[in-house]
């Protein structure tokens, strides 16, 4: 049985032997993760600090060289990390690094990190205490603050964007600051795998254009990885983080609502692979307590068709006939209380025949579709959702709890 390997881009396949890894594919044909650098091609998650031989997009005085091998301070570097090294004792001004514009790149309001470990060779003395610097939201300087040398230090900073200053956010490593000036006369510094990301947007889910540090010109996309092409859109002040998924879909910033959609999703799940039926998996968490309809996913209420619900007794419930599971455990329809219970992996499986006619509304996460009978928006989902599974055939138990343990861990389950 071959698997999508989670460290795939743009929806390719790979096999990898370990099965819980990832999801199997043996019918897959949605795959949304919102933590999955791939769902967006490079977006919010990306290094905006890009890997370079030495010479970055911003330069001062001096030269940055990258080493591959080598062990400093009981650290032996790997191939996988990204070091430079910078000999000291040049006087100048040592800016190096990036700047990545606001709010084109970096909105107003969202929240960067800049992290790296650095290591000062032993016997150095600094004369001008300045490591690195991070300006626009959280500027000033990083330093070593008299700390031992000869050893590795982590910097971890983030803080939220403004439009304060620069129309950068301007990340530079930076040692020995500006003006004439130099961190020691003799000795080196290393920098190793310096990070700039971005933890969560205010709004939508990509920003800016495609040749702008690797980001979809599309900013409301969420992608399939599974190869079908099913993308999904992302409509309204839908909200993002890393590690939650999306949220705010009880929002109306808009005529249309907050919602994630596919007006024109394959309709066939019923009778494919002749009247094998479907599954959903869906890993989510409500934040809200009951008395209200709340859907995760599906077509309009009333379709008897993929209708996933908190129901308004706070508990998981599934409008057609199926078979359900919590975290990878069968549950009775309506018997498990999901109303502020944290994240859990849900899953129903379905194995009508077609009997059934197929929903005129299109698939939608987090709200009911527009034009719905029921109304439009009228049950929108108060929490996160990370990860929407879809196959066209019935998963076994235990593929249900594979699946389940796949992200458990993640989501603390």
């Not at 939201?137 to 000869?150: D, E, F």
Request: hydrophobic share 30%; glycine share 12%.
């Amino acid at each position: 049985m071959s698997v999508i390997s989670s460290l795939s881009k743009r929806g390719q396949y790979s096999t990898v032997s370990t099965l819980t890894e990832v999801p199997t594919t043996e019918g897959l044909i949605l795959y949304l993760d919102s933590s999955d650098e791939a769902s967006y091609d490079g977006g919010p998650t990306t290094n905006y600090f890009v890997p370079t031989e030495g010479s970055f997009p911003v330069n001062g005085t001096g030269t940055f060289q990258r080493l591959r091998s080598g062990s400093y301070g009981g650290y032996t570097i790997k191939p996988t990390d990204v070091v430079y090294r910078y000999e000291l004792g040049v006087f100048g001004c040592h800016y190096h690094g990036v700047d990545v514009p606001v709010p084109s790149v970096f909105p107003t309001g969202s929240t960067v990190q800049f992290s790296f470990d650095y290591y000062i060779s032993t016997g150095t003395v600094i004369e001008t205490d300045y490591i690195a610097n991070y300006e626009q939201g959280a500027s000033g300087a990083i330093t070593n603050g008299g700390q031992a040398l000869g050893v590795w230090r982590s910097v971890v900073l983030s803080s939220n964007v403004t439009l304060v200053g620069y129309p950068y956010v301007r990340a530079f490593l930076y040692p020995g600051a500006c003006g004439s000036l130099r961190l020691a006369a003799d000795g080196f510094i290393l920098y190793k795998n310096p990070q700039l990301e971005m933890l969560n947007y205010p709004s939508r889910f990509v920003y800016g254009p495609n040749n702008t540090n690797n980001v979809r010109a599309n900013g409301n996309i969420w992608r399939d990885l599974s190869g079908r092409g099913n993308d999904f859109t992302i409509q309204g002040n839908i909200t993002w983080n890393k590690d939650t998924g999306f949220s705010n879909f009880a929002g109306n910033s808009t005529g249309n609502g907050n919602k994630i959609f596919r007006s024109n999703f394959p309709q066939n799940l019923k009778t494919s692979q002749l009247g094998q039926g479907y599954t959903v998996v869906v890993v989510a968490r409500s934040t809200v307590t009951a008395g209200s309809w709340r859907k995760l996913i599906g077509n309009s209420d009333g379709d008897n068709y993929i209708d996933l619900y908190q129901n308004p007794s706070g508990n998981w419930a599934q409008e057609c006939s199926s078979t359900l599971y919590v975290d990878g455990v069968q549950v009775n329809n309506g018997a498990f209380f999901m109303s502020n219970t944290g994240f859990h992996c849900y899953a129903a499986t379905n194995s009508n025949s077609g009997l059934l006619t197929n929903p005129v509304y299109g698939l939608t996460i987090g709200n009911e579709p527009n034009s719905s009978p029921t109304g439009t928006n009228a049950y929108p989902w108060v929490g996160d959702i990370a990860v929407v599974l879809m196959y066209e055939r019935v998963l076994t138990t235990s593929e249900i709890k594979q699946i389940s343990n796949l992200y458990k861990d993640k989501y603390g389950y």
